[in-house]
């Protein structure tokens, strides 16, 4: 079946690092991939998104590029701050799904 | 309001008890979705209601698990003889669906944690 893993967490970086939380996934086809982000308190927001392979989305900084050949969808950013602190969760949804299937998130916890 | 909205935000009941959850969509956003998250772990998918149809209930953990949509906007969420495993945060999501059947972006309520003494 469909599935997305990611890196276990937490991860915790100083202010100002340089960030990268993987995210791979399987499917029989070619989903659309999600970032979701969850701050302290607050509800799931969509972060970035990508439909098609070699599709970066973007968004505050964060990137991330959908990669068919390795089957990955790895965020990045060049610089974090201590306000980027929350939940990051890979997501993905097949064109023939409403399903959302969820990695099981990964805590960033930025030290000032 | 502006976005998604759960009450209560916050439940603590006895085994055994009933509990209802509430979700307002987001005006006009004929897909709603509940899932289930469990502390350490991803979302899971519970149910899905979109429009008429008839619901997706495939994600419904047990028989003691049911929602409704009523009028195509608000959404109730019941479990009934409540167990300590039902302990999770609850929660809410709603979208636009495309005229093809594609799914916009879903958008996400702050959620009710639920805890099962």
């Known amino acids: 079946g469909n599935s997305v893993t990611q890196m276990e967490g937490p991860v915790t970086l100083s202010e100002e690092a340089f960030l990268t939380i993987n995210c791979t996934y399987t499917a029989t086809g070619y989903p659309s991939l999600f970032w979701y982000v969850q701050y302290p308190g607050e509800g799931l927001q969509l972060l970035l998104k990508a439909t098609k392979a070699d599709d970066k989305g973007s968004n505050k900084g964060f990137e991330a590029t959908y990669r068919k050949e390795t089957t990955s969808f790895h965020l990045e950013k060049g610089s974090v701050q201590v306000s980027d602190s929350a939940v990051y969760f890979c997501?993905?949804?097949?064109?023939?799904?409403?399903?959302?299937?969820w990695g099981a998130g990964t805590k960033l916890i930025i030290k000032p | 309001g502006a976005g998604v909205s759960q009450s209560p935000s916050n439940k603590v009941t006895e085994k055994g008890k009933d509990v209802e959850l509430r979700c307002d969509p987001i005006?006009?956003?004929?897909?709603l979705y509940w899932y289930r998250q469990s502390l350490g772990q991803g979302l899971e998918f519970l149910i899905y209601f979109q429009g008429n149809s008839a619901p997706d209930k495939s994600g419904l953990p047990s028989d003691r698990f049911s929602a409704e949509r009523t009028g195509g906007s608000v959404s109730t969420l019941t479990i009934q003889r409540t167990q300590q495993e039902d302990s999770a945060v609850y929660l809410c999501?709603?979208?636009?669906?495309?005229?093809?059947?594609?799914?916009?972006?879903?958008?996400f309520g702050p959620g009710t944690r639920l805890t099962v003494l």
């Open positions: 997501a993905l949804i097949m064109d023939s799904n409403y399903q959302l299937i």
């Open positions: 005006s006009g956003h004929t897909a």
């Open positions: 999501a709603s979208s636009l669906v495309h005229s093809s059947g594609g799914l916009y972006e879903q958008f």
